[in-house]
């Protein structure tokens, strides 16, 4: 399996309920590593660019407006087979549907406020990687 990246969110309505400790927690113990992190207040322009591929659905509004009404912590996550495993973490995006035990069934407060981003794809993650770190993610050396 490839050691892949993946951009992971932490959503307003998770960082509100003062979850972010537990939530990086899941992805260490998952062998998910931390290479970079940082918190950030989106605004309204940077949070409809980063959901742009939604444009136009009928939920986009309502993302936007939840993902502008607090602080995100963001974070790029590294490991093996990365992307799925993040996804795999956070359980499926519907958090009626989410496995017990994932971030999503634990943290999640409606289909919106879902708690968690992962990126789709490791393309994607790439993307939207370059996003929040333009100036690039140092590799871990231990
Ligand atoms: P994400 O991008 O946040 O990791 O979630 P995802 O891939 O599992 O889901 P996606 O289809 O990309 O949708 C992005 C986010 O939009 C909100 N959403 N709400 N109410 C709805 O029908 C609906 N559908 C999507 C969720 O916050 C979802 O994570
Ligand atoms: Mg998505």
Do not use: W
């Amino acid at each position: 399996m490839a050691i892949e990246r993946t951009l992971s969110i932490i959503k307003p309505n998770a960082v509100a309920k003062d979850a972010i400790g537990a939530i990086l927690g899941r992805f260490e113990a998952a062998g998910l590593k931390i290479v970079a992190a940082r918190m950030l207040h989106m605004s309204r322009e940077q949070a409809s660019a980063f959901y742009a591929i939604h444009q136009g659905k009928p939920f986009f509004d309502e993302l936007v407006d939840f993902m502008i009404s607090g602080p995100v912590m963001v974070q790029v996550l590294e490991g093996e087979d990365a992307v799925a495993k993040n996804r795999e973490i956070m359980g499926a995006t519907n958090p009626a549907q989410a496995a017990p035990g994932t971030i999503r069934a634990d943290f999640a407060d409606s289909f919106t406020e879902n708690a968690a981003h992962g990126s789709d794809s490791p393309e994607n993650a790439a993307v939207e990687i370059a996003f929040f770190f333009p100036e690039g993610v140092c590799p871990r050396t231990r």
